[in-house]
Nanobody, 126 residues
Framework: QLQLVESGGGLVQPGGSLRLSCAASGFTLNMYTIGWFRQAPGKEREGVTCISNSGGRTTYADSVKGRFTISRDNAKNTVYLQLNSLKPEDTAVYYC???????????????????WGQGTQVTVSS
């Protein structure tokens, strides 16, 4: 059974950093594009960033460019999201999601991803 588990969230002050992890089980991660999404209270879930199955292609939402970095370690079956220069508006539940590589690379749309983790809370506040 395909399963994704996020971790690494927490409370951080503005300007701080966090590293989120998305660990996969039940499938081989290198067969999937992985995306990170987030949902703030009262708002729709939005795409943050994605990485292709090989790691050779990445996409970022304009709101996080230059501050967030996605990476993957296929040997560990894990994708990471480094969050730097955090702002209060980054506060949200962060989710990772998987899309089979054979369906082609696409990013930032929730409808393009099939399997989701349970999310991890990131709160940016002083």
């Amino acid at each position: 059974q395909l399963q994704l588990v996020e971790s690494g969230g927490g409370l951080v002050q503005p300007g701080g950093s966090l590293r989120l992890s998305c660990a996969a089980s039940g499938f081989t991660l290198n067969m999937y594009t992985i995306g990170w999404f987030r949902q703030a209270p009262g708002k729709e879930r939005e795409g943050v960033t994605c990485i292709s199955n090989s790691g050779g292609r990445t996409t970022y939402a304009d709101s996080v460019k230059g501050r967030f970095t996605i990476s993957r370690d296929n040997a560990k079956n894990t994708v990471y999201l480094q969050l730097n220069s955090l702002k209060p508006e980054d506060t949200a539940v962060y989710y990772c999601a998987a899309r089979p590589w054979i369906r082609g690379y696409t990013c930032l749309s929730t409808t393009d991803f099939d399997s989701w983790g349970q999310g991890t809370q990131v709160t940016v506040s002083s």
